[in-house]
Structure formats: C-alpha cells, structure tokens
C-alpha cells in the first residue's frame, strides 16, 4: 500500500515562501507520476503541480512562475517550492500519486496524503 505524508507547511506572510515535502513509501516517486493538489475551506480541490518520472512537470496557471515541483528519487520524496506566496495561495495542500490519465484531474490520482496546512497572511 502506498502511503504518503507531507510536511513543510505552516502560517507566512504574502511574498514568503514555503518548501513542502512528501515522503513516500516504497519506490513511488520513481514509479509514478507524482501530483500535488489544494484545497480551500468551501472548495473544491484543485490542481497545482506534476512531475513525470521521466522529469516533465506542469503547473496550474495561478501558480505558474511561483511554485516548482521537484523530486528526489533516492530519497523517495517530492518537493513543492513556493516562492511570492499570496493569499489566495491559503489552502490544504496533498501530495498524490497517478497511475494514468490527465494530470491535472483529481480522479487520475488513487493514493493521497492527509495534507499540510498552508496559511498565508496579508
């Protein structure tokens, strides 16, 4: 079973940045297409980041330029630097693994992690 935990988040002021990270189990990471995702309070959950194993990452359009997803094979962890942090950016944000399909979709992905908070102030 795969398991996945991230960490990295916690309360910054607009233009911060954060580092998060997601631990995962087994060989995941180089395996699989690793995808991180938010959610707001009252929201849907929403697409922010992808990396291929082959190393091709995409981004939603309001984080594009901002945020940069990387990963670290031997270590088994995916990364999500984000950098000029906003407000709107206020969110759960979870790590997830995709065996297929669209990237940018929550239902491409069959393993999440609980998430970890991400609260930017003005």
């Known amino acids: 079973q795969v398991q996945l935990v991230e960490s990295g988040g916690g309360l910054v002021q607009a233009g911060d940045s954060l580092r998060l990270s997601c631990a995962a189990s087994?060989?995941?990471?180089?395996?699989?297409?690793m995808g991180w995702f938010c959610q707001a309070p009252g929201k849907e959950r929403e697409f922010v980041a992808a990396?291929?194993?082959?190393?091709?990452?995409y981004y939603a359009d309001s984080v594009k330029g901002r945020f940069t997803v990387s990963r670290d094979n031997a270590k088994n962890t995916v990364y999500l630097q984000m950098n000029s942090l906003k407000p709107e950016d206020t969110a759960v944000y979870y790590c997830?693994?995709?065996?297929?399909?669209?990237?940018?979709?929550?239902?491409?992905?069959?393993?999440w992690g609980q998430g970890t908070q991400v609260t930017v102030s003005s």
């Open positions: 087994g060989r995941t990471v180089s395996t699989y297409r």
């Open positions: 990396i291929r194993t082959g190393g091709s990452t």
């Open positions: 997830a693994v995709s065996r297929g399909g669209s990237y940018n979709v929550v239902t491409s992905y069959d393993y």
